[in-house]
């Protein structure tokens, strides 16, 4: 196969043209071609988010911040008239998460996030997965998924009521909302200039993904 790249004389000068080149190039890219398996996919994240939001003992007064560096990833499957979602894994850093405010952000890390050992692990909610229905618009769909969320070095059952939206060929936005009980976390509520959170915190996870198939193999052509 390698050996028409040269010429049978020995001679390589035709191999510093660049029509000869070209044939070489063309020649060895077509050679391996990749084989893509059939089934779920992987779920390529393309943008993300994670927001929180927690009530205070003052009326009308909230504590939220937001983050721009989650990471997940996932397989996907539509499944009949559902969407099927596997291995679900979702990271947020902790030191990516900002109320706007670098008092109460500092405050924040050392109370809520910081483990006994000084560490600040990442959050992540993992699971196996389910299938989530299609609604009534075809396009859209919903369910409960039951996981696994790590806070702050502990790890406990956590429910994300998940969403998932197709909005273009094999590309879905998915949002997940669930509620974080500090106290299950051993962590207690802080309180900072007379505002105290509350022991609820909501959170959201927000991202757009696409399928991207698996190359399982890799087969030759002549």
């Known amino acids: 196969m390698y050996r028409r790249c040269f010429s049978d004389s020995g001679d390589l000068t035709r191999w510093k043209t660049m029509k000869y080149t070209g044939l070489c190039l063309v020649l060895a890219a077509t050679t391996l071609v990749p084989t893509v398996a059939s089934g779920p996919g992987g779920l390529a994240v393309e943008g993300g988010a994670a927001t929180f939001r927690s009530a205070t003992n003052i009326a009308g007064l ?57 560490e600040q692990p990442d959050l992540r ?16 769909f919903a369910c409960r998924l039951n996981g696994a969320l790590s806070f702050r070095g502990v790890t406990r059952p956590f429910i994300l009521n998940l969403k998932a939206r197709e909005q273009g060929t094999a590309v879905f936005r998915v949002t997940g909302d669930g509620t ?19 022991n609820e915190v909501e959170i959201r996870l927000d991202f757009v993904g696409k399928q991207v198939a698996p190359v399982v193999a890799a087969e030759v052509r002549k």
């Not at 939220?64 to 996932?74: D, E, F, L």
């Not at 099927?84 to 947020?92: L, M």
């Not at 909610?125 to 859209?140: D, L």
């Not at 974080?180 to 509350?198: A, Y």
Request: hydrophobic letters at 35%; proline letters at 3%.
């Open 180 to 198: 974080v009980k500090l106290d299950d976390f051993g962590v207690t509520p802080q309180e900072q200039f007379g505002v105290k959170v509350k």
């Open 125 to 140: 909610f993992e699971a196996e997965g389910m299938t989530c229905p299609a609604g009534t618009q075809g396009h859209e």
């Open 62 to 118: 909230e504590v939220n911040g937001a983050s721009k560096a989650v990471t997940a990833q996932a397989e996907i499957e539509v499944v009949g008239t559902g969407l099927s979602i596997r291995k679900v894994d979702a990271t947020v850093p902790v030191r990516s998460l900002s109320t706007g405010m670098k008092m109460r952000d500092e405050h924040r890390r050392k109370y809520i996030f910081t483990t006994a050992s000084g």
